[in-house]
């Protein structure tokens, strides 16, 4: 993972996957100890991950129902990152965590069934929370939205371009009822070009979504892949990761800070991966 917003970059999420005739056993022995900051996943959100991902790979017709992911078994150190026990701060474990889960289970996947596994997406829900506290002279307003990517790119074609995937269940929010709404202007809103990785397939391009504050406010970030960008395979290239901007200022994948009426926070989102070489 890119990091646990308290600085730490050194954190690993890893599976062994074993499949025989009847049975899947999800082991993920290894992966870095739950930590300080809000990352850190309950099982049940990694079990999620888990069935999401075998859940793609069932023929259409299989009953989305807890007796067609029984033969699935999950083993997770507690404690750990993937199931984290109490105090641990999970915020960011059922946005970020469970779309890096995706990535890793198809990672380790596509090494028994190359063929029926795409590159990586873009791998985060690009979570922007904002906001300002009522006061005499301003009444109190927040707002909160993900941000879809690039789709990594498969045997069977391109990724598609600026969508939510995987783990994600949110709508594109109107630029029209967000500026009426709130005091923000869109400054663009469109495709990232060019930054989804190039391959026989080239992965999705991630979007590019730019917010005025016509007032003061308080902002929060959680995204990832700013540091590691989404992976390639079979030969191609990975997607660009994302990028945060505050005016001219690179910000890190998670942050805190206060803006002021008339600054631009420009969220770039990754692209996804491509599949072959050209």
């Not at 999970?90 to 946005?95: D, P, Q, R």
């Not at 992965?203 to 540091?227: I, K, N, Q």
């Not at 992976?231 to 001219?248: D, I, R, V």
Request: with cysteine; aromatic share 6%.
């Amino acid at each position: 993972m890119d990091d646990d917003g308290q600085g730490n970059q050194n954190i690993e999420i890893r599976t062994l996957i074993k499949i025989d005739r009847s049975n899947v056993t999800v082991d993920f022995t290894g992966t870095s100890r739950q930590v300080a900051g809000n990352i850190n996943c309950p099982l049940s959100v990694a079990a999620a991950a888990v069935f999401y991902v075998f859940r793609c790979l069932m023929p259409a017709h299989t009953p989305a129902c807890a007796g067609s992911f029984r033969p699935i078994k999950i083993l997770a150190l507690q404690g750990s990152l993937v199931n984290a026990l109490r105090p641990a701060a999970v915020a960011a474990g059922n946005v970020e965590t469970s779309m890096r889960l995706v990535d890793v289970i198809l990672g380790a996947l596509q090494k028994a069934i190359p063929n029926k596994i795409p590159a990586a997406s873009y791998g985060s829900m690009n979570n922007i929370a904002m906001g300002h506290e009522a006061c005499k002279n301003q009444p109190g307003w927040d707002y909160y939205e993900t941000l879809g990517g690039g789709m990594g790119a498969g045997r069977q074609g391109e990724g598609l371009s600026a969508v939510q995937a995987h783990m994600t269940n949110t709508l594109n929010t109107p630029v029209e009822s967000l500026e009426m709404h709130y005091p923000l202007r869109i400054k663009r809103y469109q495709i990232r070009y060019g930054s989804g990785g190039k391959g026989l397939f080239n992965g999705g391009d991630g979007l590019v979504r730019e917010y005025e504050f016509l007032s003061s406010a308080h902002v929060t970030l959680l995204t990832e892949r700013r540091l590691i960008q989404p992976w390639g395979l079979q030969g191609a290239q990975g997607g660009q990761p994302g990028k945060n901007t505050l005016g001219e200022k690179n910000l890190p994948p998670k942050i805190s800070f206060q803006v002021e009426e008339g600054d631009s926070l420009c969220i770039e989102t990754p692209g996804g991966g491509g599949w072959g070489e050209i």
